[in-house]
Nanobody, 125 residues
Framework: QVQLVESGGGLVQAGGSLRLSCAASGLTFSNYDMGWFRQAPGKEREFVAAINWNGYARNYADSVKGRFTISRDNAKNTVYLQMNSLKPEDTADYYC??????????????????WGQGTQVTVSS
């Protein structure tokens, strides 16, 4: 049974930082590409960042480029999202997702089979 468990969300002031973690179990983590997505109230889930199985390829949404960093530790079966210079518009529920071989479709929610339950991030102005 595959499980993805996010943690690290919370309330932070604008300009602050948070580090999200997503711990995976029930799968061979090093075989999977990983993504972070977010969903704000009343909006569709959107792509934030993705990292391929070995960490060599990373992609970001334009809205977070230069502020967020995705990384992974295959020995710990965990993917991270370091979020700096947070803005109120970053407020959302953040989800990690896993799939093997996403390739160029790393930004599509439909490409990922496994999802976590999400962690809430609130950025106050």
């Amino acid at each position: 049974q595959v499980q993805l468990v996010e943690s690290g969300g919370g309330l932070v002031q604008a300009g602050g930082s948070l580090r999200l973690s997503c711990a995976a179990s029930g799968l061979t983590f090093s075989n999977y590409d990983m993504g972070w997505f977010r969903q704000a109230p009343g909006k569709e889930r959107e792509f934030v960042a993705a990292i391929n199985w070995n960490g060599y390829a990373r992609n970001y949404a334009d809205s977070v480029k230069g502020r967020f960093t995705i990384s992974r530790d295959n020995a710990k079966n965990t993917v991270y999202l370091q979020m700096n210079s947070l803005k109120p518009e970053d407020t959302a529920d953040y989800y990690c997702a896993a799939e093997s071989g996403v390739g160029r479709n790393y930004y599509r929610t439909t490409r990922y089979h496994y999802w976590g339950q999400g962690t809430q991030v609130t950025v106050s102005s």
